[in-house]
């Protein structure tokens, strides 16, 4: 605190103290540290993290543009990247936000909290399924249900007020203005307005008018892909959570983000409660999506991020697998097509089938990993075997990285040796 002492005036060293922002860029920098953002805050790193702290304290920072882009997997989907200044930011946010969200948040409310991603989501409905029908003995039903444009519907101004009355009551922070108008920076920027495309225009074909921000009047819709937009969208539907578990008889229900799933020995009993929640989101200007209901004996299973869950087993979902199935088959082309590509890419092709593996080795799914195995082309199996009950491949100790570079010096110094 001395150093800062002697190098910002008192008026500086109010507000928002400086090394939470330096915390908030380490945060942030984690597994981004390769891109093109990342690299270019990074190489003045300590200048820009201070001028972004006296912006912040000064009531001048305004978020950067974003970038916008499509994405088609697992369904088409429109981007915003905010900039990495403003990443800082919304971990600067979320430093403060997560302790008060995690007090008042469900067990059973999923997505961007720690140790409670996907697999927590479908082992957690996999145990409720269980314990309704009580070790599969009795019958009960399952009601699947989807909010219909979620984060295009959300509205600003709530998810603000809904905000600021949480920080209200339960933040103890001296820093509470300046927080208030980060968020309004935040919630309230409309990133479509300031933007450049990173997909040609012509990406945007086909994806409804409801689901993208350039439709927008900016009074609705939060950008996907921003760690604020994640957290305010959860604690925007944690009223409707309590109403569900505590006070209209579910007690076995989950949620991720807003696909919601529900099990009670009375189909007629969910029917109801379908109805309430219908028009809780009605009172919030939301509505559920008319085709993804989904009511079913316990025994007919349900799918659930990425996850088929049925009575004492589950599977990864044919769509996962159709995606591991691509990306093994685009490979095989790469390598069939250039004789050393498999020498300067088993990295690359490592990282992308383990990724899939791991999943699959939390399901039953022995013989689908003999099916991937099965699937890999004949040029990647000099560089590369499986270890375990295929439970991961690995790239053999001569294709690593490092152990190329040091093939490659070795070479180096023995050509310098010839020339001397």
């Known amino acids: 605190m001395e150093l800062q002492q002697s190098l910002f005036t008192d008026e500086e060293l109010g507000g928002i103290p400086l090394e939470d922002v330096f915390e908030a860029y380490f945060e942030c920098r984690k597994k981004k540290r390769n891109t093109c953002n990342a690299l270019a805050f990074e190489s003045d790193y300590e200048r820009r993290c201070v001028e ?13 543009r974003s970038i916008a882009f499509i994405i088609n997997k697992p369904v088409k989907r429109e981007i915003f990247a905010a ?21 008042k948040f469900i067990d059973d409310s999923y997505s961007t909290r720690k140790g409670k991603g996907t697999l927590y989501g479908i082992e957690r409905v996999e145990e ?28 600003k101004r709530r ?27 935040t919630i309230f920027n409309r990133p479509e307005k300031n933007c450049i495309r990173k997909t040609p225009p012509q990406s945007w074909r086909g994806l409804p008018k409801d689901k993208s921000l350039f439709h927008s009047d900016g009074s609705c819709g ?39 799933v529900l099990v009670h020995p009375s189909k007629e009993h969910l029917i109801e409660v379908k109805a309430k929640i219908a028009g809780w989101l009605s009172e919030h ?12 004996h316990y025994t007919k299973g349900v799918l659930f991020i990425g996850g088929m869950i049925l009575p004492g087993r589950k599977y990864l979902s044919n769509r996962t697998v159709g995606f591991c199935y691509d990306a093994i088959d685009r490979l095989n082309r790469l390598a069939a097509g250039s004789p050393d590509y498999v020498k300067t890419h088993g990295e690359e092709f490592v990282s992308t089938i383990n990724s899939y593996l791991g999943m699959m080795r939390h399901f039953s799914s022995y013989n689908l990993r003999c099916k991937v195995m099965s699937r890999i082309g004949k040029e990647w199996w000099q560089v590369i075997y499986f270890a375990g009950h295929l439970e991961k491949v690995v790239l053999k100790k001569r294709y690593r990285q490092i152990e190329c570079k040091k093939e490659e010096i070795c070479n180096e110094i023995k050509e310098l040796r010839r020339t001397v």
Request: hydrophobic fraction near 40%.
């Open 285 to 296: 200007g939301l509505s559920l999506h008319p085709r993804k209901i989904y009511l079913q």
């Open 222 to 260: 939060l950008p996907i892909g921003n760690l604020t937009s994640q957290l305010l969208a959860l604690n925007f539907l944690d009223g409707l959570d309590h109403l569900i578990s505590e006070e209209w008889g579910v007690k076995h229900y989950g949620r991720y983000v807003d696909d919601m």
């Open 128 to 155: 409720h399924i269980r314990l309704c029908s009580e070790n599969y003995t009795r019958d009960c039903y399952i009601l699947k249900i989807d909010i219909r444009s979620f984060f295009m519907k959300i509205s």
């Open 52 to 64: 972004l702290w006296r912006e912040i304290n000064a009531g001048t920072y305004r978020p950067s």
């Open 83 to 103: 900039d990495f200044r403003d990443r800082v930011v919304h971990h600067l946010i979320a430093h403060r936000l997560v302790p008060l969200l995690e007090e």
């Open 159 to 185: 998810l603000y007020d809904l905000t600021e009355e949480l920080l209200h009551e339960r933040y103890g922070g001296n820093d509470l203005a300046i927080l208030l108008y980060l968020l309004r920076e």
